[in-house]
């Protein structure tokens, strides 16, 4: 298939109509600035550094012009990309870069330390900044190759992305996400939003987050709309993009639409471009709708997933009071079914484990297989999140059965901040649960058998964590027991923890 060259199709049928705009520089690119740079930047890819189909370029940066036009040249030459956290530390992206062999490595500058101390960094093959790109694709200096680029074939289920998320053995999973995913999301998307080629968004989710991609920016690019790409998140400067920008679609985390809603200037703001805003991440609090929705702009909040989708369910903003606390319903293309134990469908109103199929779908993560087939029977994708279902086919998340908390819209799972504590000499058992915090969501709060000759203070294990985890893994609260709560089975008892005494320091 060939037709998964949009930004060809884009400069073919709108050339001058603007894709792009890029805050910090206020350099923008129209949809046929941005093919001709995908065609440069795919045939340096190919011939400067042998990049092909399948091989894999990893990059370190925060969201700019040349990352996206980086994907445009994946989707031309078949490679795929590997969207590398600049939260992590060096440890953390040393593995993903181990996993994932990467033929190129590109990185900020900014962000070259962090690379240079990853053990594996010396050994892969070619190494770009991010700066020399950005000169390369100077489009104010045309070159012959902009012009045309034989954009290679590949199969549906070829990936274009390795979307790598923390996993529940505490070493991170790097999730398929394929071009059937990339089209069907974006079909699903538009089907249940208003996306066509008059749509506007401001984009501040980051580039290592299905978020930054494909909530948004891909569907968009997709349907020909515009994109203003904004590399960190500032409630003032975003409230004001809303206005300015004429803004149609915006998506956030209720912690980016809190602080909007507390800024000084939202009060005087208004927003008659703006259809909604989508909420994913974590349930948005009905006062918080409320002040939204006073300012005549309706909430529209969803579940997702970086390996399915991610856009799944969606619940009409005219329902966000009456169903308050829903998820919505499914998105048009996706099936869904709800579980018990022995994987039976459950009545009505009844928990059980949500079950996903559809197009949208991984195939599964990037050599693990062992984990593939965990999370894929018979084409369903388990979810690992207990759901319920009412009698008019909304969806209500009731718990996290893999033990998952969000700290300010990131996916925080325990097994990797726990495997790290107990590499601490001082430390003999640890459980890490997530608890309510006004301003994040959820925190970490971490239960510590220390061992009996050497005890630890919160301080020296805090500091041990910032070497070794990204800081919205670190626990905020740190509380010292004799022993952790355990079941008949000798595991750890997270209820009971849950119940234990108040936080501690």
């Known amino acids: 298939m060939k037709h998964h060259d949009w930004a060809a199709k884009w400069a073919l049928y709108s050339p001058d109509k603007i894709a792009l705009k890029e805050h910090e520089t206020q350099r923008s690119l129209s949809y046929g600035e941005l093919n001709r740079l995908g065609n440069r930047l795919a045939h340096h890819l190919t011939q400067v550094y042998g990049v092909g189909k399948g091989d894999r370029v990893a990059i370190l940066a925060e969201f700019c012009l040349e990352y996206v036009i980086l994907f445009v040249a994946a989707q031309k030459t078949g490679c795929t990309l590997v969207p590398l956290n600049y939260r992590l530390t060096s440890a953390e992206i040393d593995f993903m870069l181990r996993n994932s062999e990467p033929t190129l490595l590109i990185g900020e500058a900014k962000f070259q330390q962090t690379l240079a101390a990853a053990s594996v960094h010396s050994d892969v093959a070619h190494r770009l900044a991010l700066e020399a790109l950005s000169a390369m694709l100077n489009p104010t200096q045309p070159q012959p190759e902009d012009a045309f680029f034989d954009t290679v074939e590949v ?18 999973k790097g999730a398929l996400y394929t071009h059937k ?35 948004l920016l891909t569907p968009f690019l997709h349907h020909g709309g515009y994109t203003y790409l904004l590399k960190k998140f500032d409630a003032d400067v975003v409230l004001q993009l809303l206005q300015d920008e004429k803004v149609t679609l915006f998506m956030g985390v209720p912690t980016m639409l809190k602080m909007m809603a507390d800024a000084e200037a939202f009060d005087a703001a208004r927003f008659p471009d703006l259809h909604y805003i989508i909420v994913g991440g974590e349930p948005m609090p009905i006062p918080l709708i409320e002040k939204w929705d006073a300012k005549q702009v309706p909430i529209r909040q969803g579940y997702g997933m970086t390996e399915v989708g991610p856009n799944l369910t969606s619940l ?14 499914p998105n048009f293309y996706v099936e869904i079914r709800i579980v018990d134990e022995r994987g039976q469908d459950v009545p009505v109103d009844t928990p059980g484990e949500l079950l996903l199929r559809g197009p949208m779908v991984t195939p599964g993560y990037w050599r693990h297989p062992e984990a593939t087939a965990k999370a894929i029977a018979d084409g369903w994708f388990h979810t690992g999140d207990m759901v319920r279902e009412d009698a008019e086919n909304y969806i209500y998340v009731v718990d996290r059965i893999k033990n998952m908390f969000i700290s300010g819209g990131e996916n925080v799972y325990p097994a990797e901040i726990e495997r790290v504590l107990v590499k601490h000499p001082a430390v003999s058992e640890a459980a890490v649960i997530g608890v309510s915090d006004e301003k994040w969501g959820e925190v970490g709060k971490a239960f510590i058998v220390c061992q009996p000759s050497e005890p630890a203070a919160p301080e020296t294990l805090t500091d041990y964590c910032r070497q070794h985890l990204a800081k919205y893994k670190i626990p905020k609260y740190f509380v010292f027991l004799a022993a952790l709560p355990k079941n008949d089975t000798g595991k750890i008892n997270r209820m009971a923890l849950k119940n234990a005494s108040p936080t501690e320091h």
């Not at 549906?156 to 991170?172: A, H, M, Q």
């Not at 009409?316 to 319903?329: L, M, V, Y």
Request: glycine share 8%; aromatic share 10%.
């Open 155 to 172: 199969h549906e289920d070829d990936p274009v992305f390795i979307l790598y998320t923390s996993g529940t053995t505490g070493f991170p």
């Open 181 to 215: 995913m990339l089209f069907w999301n974006s079909i699903n998307t538009a089907m249940s939003l208003i996306i066509n080629t008059e749509s506007r968004t401001v984009n501040c989710m980051p580039p290592f987050h299905t978020g930054g991609w494909n909530v």
């Open 316 to 329: 009409h903003q005219n329902d966000a009071i009456r169903k308050k606390g829903s998820i919505g319903r």
